[in-house]
């Protein structure tokens, strides 16, 4: 592999039909966990988040289920039973279907034009190639081009259309040499394609995030593989990520929230509350059960783990689902 910029060289080492990591058959829980892989409360929470969605659209004739980086189906998989008759679930990835996803989930490359209903990407942007950039000596931002083997030198000066997304996005009062900056414009670019596609409901996006306040002053991209992390080398045979700047994300004139999955999953019925003691006696199996619950919910609700991710939620020519309107959150931003 020659000298690239990173995006070029993500797109590929993620997505490339010959050997990209997102098309491995292990799939991306061979590699990590996600919150959908560590608890089916997941699951049933977002299948909440649904019914609510549904009840906030007047219930059509027919709902939809969007599921953005669906992986191996695990979560879109899970609800196709949800709502029968009416939903039409839908999972977007570019690898191959899975063998066993229920036979009702249509598998597709690109989100369906004029779905009605909720919209989900969880850990979807954070995987959505993007180029870095380093500040040389003399102060200016230099795209970084990276080998096969993860070696990266200066190149040319950010074009206007990246140098205006980091002036607004990513301020900087004079850091001084080797500061980094990850240009989120693809991802920002990524969900309004996405959201534009809905018709009417709720589009979500979950992720690592930051806002323009706590920008990382040396980035956060990097490698995840077989459940460690390791250093991002563009070769297919990691992960590689980074953080969203889910601030900017956010498409302009919509109804927006803005809250932590702590928040959110709290609202929609998770709780890592530990079951009563007095439970252990009169039905020991009933407490471990219980007990198991209380530890994937608080897993899932951890504030320096999962339960720290930023949720977006953007109302598509809906009422915001009352059950969501008052959240505490970062902030809440009026259409």
Do not use: K
């Not at 988040?49 to 009840?55: H, P, T």
């Not at 609700?301 to 959150?329: D, K």
């Amino acid at each position: 592999m020659s000298w690239m910029r990173w995006r070029p060289a993500m797109e590929r080492a993620l997505y490339g039909p010959q050997g990209g990591f997102y098309r491995r058959p292990e799939g991306p829980a061979g590699h990590f966990r996600t919150s959908v892989h560590a608890s089916t409360q997941y699951a049933q929470a977002v299948g909440r988040l649904l019914l609510e969605v549904d009840a906030a659209l007047g219930h059509p004739e027919e709902i939809a289920l969007v599921d953005i980086g669906a992986g191996r189906g695990e979560l879109v998989g899970r609800l196709a039973d949800l709502l029968p008759g009416r939903l039409r679930a839908c999972g977007v990835e570019l690898a191959e279907r899975p063998a066993d996803l229920p036979a009702g989930v249509q598998w597709c490359e690109r989100v369906p034009e004029g779905a009605v209903g909720l919209l989900f990407a969880n850990e979807w942007l954070d995987n959505v190639p993007l180029d870095l950039a380093e500040r040389d000596a003399a102060g200016v931002l230099r795209y970084l081009e990276v080998d096969g083997a993860g070696q990266e030198r200066l190149g040319e000066p950010l074009e206007p259309a990246d140098l205006a997304w980091v002036e607004r996005w990513w301020p900087s009062d004079g850091e001084p040499e080797g500061e980094r900056v990850e240009i989120g414009r693809p991802r920002d670019e990524a969900w309004a394609a996405a959201v534009g596609r809905l018709d009417r409901g709720l589009a979500v996006a979950v992720d690592y995030a930051h806002r323009a306040s706590d920008r990382p002053i040396f980035g956060t991209l990097t490698g995840f593989r077989r459940g460690r992390e390791v250093p991002p080398v563009p070769d297919g045979s990691c992960d590689l990520t980074a953080h969203v700047a889910l601030d900017s994300v956010a498409v302009p004139g919509i109804h927006s929230l803005w809250t932590t999955q702590r928040e959110a999953l709290h609202a929609l019925g998770v709780s890592g509350t530990r079951p009563p003691l007095e439970l252990a006696g009169r039905d020991p199996a009933g407490y471990l059960r219980a007990l198991a619950a209380a530890g994937e919910a608080a897993e899932l609700t951890a504030s320096a783990g999962l339960g720290g991710f930023g949720w977006l939620l953007q109302a598509v020519r809906m009422p915001v689902p009352e059950l969501l309107a008052g959240l505490a959150g970062w902030q809440t931003l009026e259409p």
